[in-house]
């Protein structure tokens, strides 16, 4: 014996006969008040149920349907996986495959896609070849519409083979037909028969075989039309063998993945009695309002352009109503199959992408540091024809003409400084228009760390009549601006005269008792004693001569040798000199 479960009429599932639960009675009150179990959908469902869109044909070519409610379920996500196999269709390509960081470096990145999965059900083992050509035709057609067309590398779409023990799916042709499904879709859920449901748990734990999860779409083994939208699952459904699927799962997707309201006048009271929707594409506010108190697409007003639907304004008839709400355009793919988004819905749509993707793809690794040997690389998600804007910045000021996906730390003459190099992309559409959001989502900067080595040993010190020898330090930072590059000899003999001193190149020439290892142009910087414990300071002053001007000037992207000369005791007590340690000093701003 087989158990298997069948998802009755809503009514049914939320009229208890006795000891309704105060979530139960809610659901039922919206049921009752609406025809046909429509509800307004910019209300909140109650507790423990979702609002779910259905549509059929009406007149003219325009759509008719609503909005009820079903059942909701929670950390779909995290239901467990019902084995099935999984095939990756594509998977979008960024703009730059930096996919290979150069050597040494890790790439930032993970997975940064709007994974769209495809469940099938009421095909059995023998007609799996006709899932998958119901899933090629939506996906073939799906993204032919913009602004999916451009933005087709922002997805990754993957199909669930999923096997059903019968043929078709549940009250097709008509009501009390039912077949042994693995997902239970049925036609005529809530007594409406278009609705085309779907057990939400059992789709997820068959999607949840994909790598990743953001939208899933149910396809129906049926050429009987249906579809629906679930607002909070994600998920849309469509009968996979009608000649409109495509169209339907357009439509459904403007809901579940746009979050946009229906546009059509069929299915609702005829005059819009309600508040201002919380939809983004219909309003109770009429054109001059609007434009006044700035809300909904204001910014809209009078625009229009190729592969969106008319020009934007406020078209009465909305959201099931004839009169008292308004849509943006005349006739858009949320009012009517074959349509086109209008630029209002297709700011929306790439809204609920960006809220999922993110700008940049994979970039070297911010967490590391970087020298002025290093290449740093980022790259953008694609977006067809329109790539999305870069801009290299050094310490907050961009780099002329660093607009590329890669960048050379070399050219950049930091000298030895330390430095912020940061990279900004923004997809700059004009597709939308709420800069705020653009600022927030749609524009993404990652900011490195460039830690260069400016000091190094150029030759130790010979030993002298205190011991090892004297070392020199290099203090403070190469900064000419910051003014606190400070030199130190430490184990020198206390009270003997000590002259700093710098050179422009290398040199190994034995004298005294040690090596003179600064040569060619020298300066001399400034005479200091030892002190009791053998110690010599001095800070160089930038500003002023001996080292502020002239061959021997210390500037930006110069490196020059320090060392110091000292008076020493050699052995049995005669007079002689010494040499300290040498540094490598590299200048930089």
Request: hydrophobic share 40%; net charge negative.
């Amino acid at each position: 014996m087989s158990f298997r479960f069948t998802q009755r009429p809503l009514r049914a599932l939320i009229l208890p006969v006795a000891g309704p639960t105060l979530v139960a009675a809610a659901a039922a009150v919206a049921l009752q008040n609406s025809p046909q179990g429509h509800v307004r959908w910019n209300e909140p469902a109650p507790e423990g149920f979702e609002t779910v869109f259905y549509d059929g044909p009406g007149l003219r070519g325009e759509l008719t349907g609503g909005a009820t409610l079903q059942p909701a379920m929670e950390n779909l996500s995290e239901l467990p996986v019902t084995p099935a196999p999984v095939t990756t269709l594509f998977r979008g390509e960024a703009a730059g495959l930096a996919q290979v960081a150069p050597s040494g470096q890790r790439l930032l990145g993970a997975d940064n896609r709007v994974d769209l999965v495809f469940v099938g059900d009421g095909y059995t083992a023998s007609e799996l070849g006709t899932y998958q050509n119901h899933v090629n035709n939506v996906v073939g057609g799906l993204f032919s519409t913009e602004p999916l067309t451009s933005y087709i590398d922002y997805f990754a779409v993957h199909r669930i083979d999923v096997i059903s023990n019968e043929s078709g799916v549940d009250n097709d042709p008509s009501q009390g037909i039912l077949r042994d499904t693995a997902l239970d879709m049925q036609f005529w859920c809530s007594g409406i028969e278009r609705l085309l449901c779907v057990s939400v748990g059992a789709a997820y734990s068959y999607a949840n075989n994909a790598p990743s999860v953001d939208q899933v779409i149910a396809l129906a083994n049926t050429t009987k039309y249906g579809g629906a939208g679930y607002l909070s699952s994600n998920l849309a459904t469509s009968s996979g063998g009608n000649s409109a699927a495509v169209e339907i799962v357009k439509h459904e997707l403007g809901h579940s993945l746009g979050r946009l309201a229906d546009e059509y006048t069929y299915g609702g009271p005829t005059n819009w009695t309600g508040g201002e929707p919380s939809g983004q594409n219909v309003s109770t506010y009429e054109a001059a309002t609007m434009a006044s108190n700035g809300q909904k697409w204001a910014n809209w007003l009078g625009a229009s352009a190729s592969g969106f639907d008319g020009t934007i304004g406020t078209f009465e008839g909305a959201q099931y109503s004839v009169t008292g709400i308004y849509r943006p355009s005349n006739n858009s793919l949320m009012r009517a199959l074959g349509r086109n988004f209008n630029l209002v819905g297709a700011e929306q749509v790439l809204k609920e992408i960006y809220r999922k993707v993110e700008p940049i793809d994979s970039a070297s690794d911010p967490a590391l540091d970087y020298t002025d040997a290093d290449t740093l690389v980022v790259s953008p998600m694609n977006v067809v024809g329109a790539p999305l804007s870069i801009q290299w910045s050094l310490d907050g000021t961009p780099i002329p003409g660093a607009t590329g996906m890669s960048l050379d730390l070399g050219t950049l003459g930091l000298g030895g400084c330390m430095a912020e190099v940061s990279v900004r992309v923004v997809d700059e559409t004009p597709w939308v228009r709420d800069e705020t959001f653009r600022a927030a989502r749609m524009t993404q900067e990652l900011t490195y760390r460039i830690n260069e080595v400016w000091t190094s040993l150029e030759c130790v010190a010979s030993p002298n009549s205190v011991g090892a020898g004297a070392d020199l330090s290099i203090l403070g930072s190469p900064s000419l601006a910051d003014e606190d590059l400070g030199l130190s000899i430490g184990s020198g003999p206390v009270g003997a005269p000590v002259l700093f001193f710098y050179g422009s190149a290398p040199s190994s020439v034995a004298l005294g008792e040690g090596t003179l290892c600064a040569g060619g142009t020298i300066q001399r910087v400034t005479v200091r004693f030892f002190d009791n414990l053998g110690q010599a300071f001095h800070t160089v002053d930038f500003q002023n001569d001996p080292v502020s001007s002239g061959a021997t000037a210390l500037l930006p992207g110069t490196t020059w040798i320090f060392q110091g000369w000292y008076r020493d005791t050699a052995t049995g007590g005669a007079a002689t000199f010494n040499f300290s340690s040498a540094q490598n000093v590299s200048f930089c701003p």
